[in-house]
């Protein structure tokens, strides 16, 4: 039995800490998303408010389904949790090796993707927080490039725009100098009418993805280590669900024969009463 306590209590903390990481990500995402200026982004995989409501509604669902299961000793909930969490891992796999061998469809759809952020800055205050992240954290501007920027209604550099920031970049792109103390949000006006060398003395020149890519393949390794204890935290949780699942189904064994020989000694005792002799005639 204590093996049995080790495993059912084990499996609950493990979901019970998933579980409120899940409720925090929902109340962020929701947050983030009431508390907008504008909401005009027409598509969940260009807004990360959604995504993290998303992400934090799965979690939540999988993990109340684990810590009831493990508390209640419901075999059903724990076959779900089970379930359900072994198609995520088998889905995290194959996303894994799809993306290692068709490495440039990713990179394709990755650019695709990262080009349509850029035109819809502006348009989602979420977004928009994001890619000033992104730019300031890799010092990169763009996809490919600072002139990526033309694609934005915006910074398109055209005589018809009459945008006062056409031709120019957002603040995140610029070069900040050591002993700048405030900012200045105006540093990109016009600088994709400038060459390459002339506009890399104010802003970062070189695309974000390039950048990013570097960075994954500088710090493989840790992001291995972390995706491998991911999937490892995963695995042990389908173990615990299982092997409790395997202790219930015993001990439900176990009390059906002890009751069985129960009931056999009560018919036992009821046809032969204990007496002291029995005389054969």
């Given at each position: 039995?204590?093996g049995?306590?080790?495993v059912?209590?084990?499996?609950f903390?493990?979901c019970?800490?998933?579980?409120?990481?899940?409720?925090?990500?929902?109340?962020?995402?929701i947050?983030?998303?009431v508390?907008?200026?504008?909401?005009v982004?027409?598509?969940?995989?260009?807004?990360?408010a959604?995504?993290?409501?998303?992400?934090g509604?799965?979690?939540?669902?999988?993990?109340?389904?684990?810590?009831?299961?493990?508390?209640?000793?419901?075999?059903?909930?724990?076959?779900?949790?089970?379930?359900?969490?072994?198609?995520?891992?088998l889905v995290?796999?194959?996303?894994?090796?799809?993306g290692?061998f068709?490495t440039?469809t990713v990179?394709?759809?990755?650019?695709?993707?990262m080009?349509?952020?850029?035109?819809?800055?502006?348009?989602?205050?979420?977004?928009?927080?994001?890619?000033?992240?992104?730019?300031k954290?890799?010092?990169?501007?763009?996809?490919?490039?600072?002139k990526?920027?033309?694609?934005n209604v915006?910074?398109?550099?055209?005589?018809?725009?009459p945008?006062m920031?056409?031709c120019?970049?957002?603040?995140?792109?610029c070069?900040?100098?050591?002993?700048?103390?405030?900012?200045?949000?105006?540093?990109?006006?016009g600088?994709?009418?400038?060459d390459?060398?002339?506009?890399?003395?104010?802003?970062?020149?070189?695309?974000?993805?390039?950048?990013?890519?570097?960075?994954i393949?500088?710090?493989?390794?840790?992001?291995?280590?972390?995706?491998?204890?991911?999937?490892?935290?995963?695995?042990?949780?389908?173990?615990?669900?299982?092997?409790?699942?395997c202790?219930?189904?015993?001990?439900?064994?176990?009390?059906?024969?002890?009751?069985?020989?129960?009931?056999?000694?009560?018919?036992?005792?009821?046809?032969?009463?204990?007496?002291?002799?029995?005389?054969?005639?």
């Amino acid at each position: 039995m204590r093996g049995y306590r080790g495993v059912k209590y084990f499996l609950f903390v493990f979901c019970y800490v998933f579980w409120v990481v899940s409720a925090i990500l929902i109340a962020v995402g929701i947050y983030a998303k009431v508390a907008k200026e504008k909401d005009v982004v027409d598509t969940l995989t260009v807004d990360p408010a959604l995504l993290l409501i998303m992400v934090g509604s799965l979690t939540f669902f999988i993990t109340f389904l684990g810590c009831l299961g493990a508390l209640r000793n419901t075999t059903c909930l724990l076959k779900t949790f089970a379930a359900i969490l072994a198609v995520v891992l088998l889905v995290q796999l194959t996303a894994g090796i799809l993306g290692y061998f068709f490495t440039d469809t990713v990179m394709e759809r990755t650019e695709r993707f990262m080009m349509k952020t850029i035109v819809r800055y502006r348009e989602d205050r979420d977004l928009e927080n994001a890619i000033d992240f992104v730019q300031k954290k890799f010092q990169c501007c763009g996809v490919d490039g600072y002139k990526d920027w033309s694609r934005n209604v915006y910074f398109e550099c055209s005589d018809s725009n009459p945008s006062m920031e056409a031709c120019g970049v957002p603040f995140s792109c610029c070069v900040v100098p050591s002993n700048q103390t405030v900012l200045n949000t105006m540093c990109g006006l016009g600088t994709q009418q400038q060459d390459h060398k002339r506009a890399s003395e104010d802003v970062f020149t070189d695309g974000c993805l390039d950048k990013i890519v570097l960075w994954i393949r500088t710090n493989m390794k840790m992001l291995a280590g972390m995706m491998g204890g991911l999937l490892l935290l995963e695995v042990c949780m389908i173990s615990l669900a299982v092997a409790q699942v395997c202790w219930i189904k015993k001990v439900r064994q176990r009390k059906a024969e002890l009751a069985t020989r129960s009931a056999s000694q009560r018919k036992d005792e009821l046809w032969f009463p204990a007496f002291a002799d029995f005389d054969d005639e």
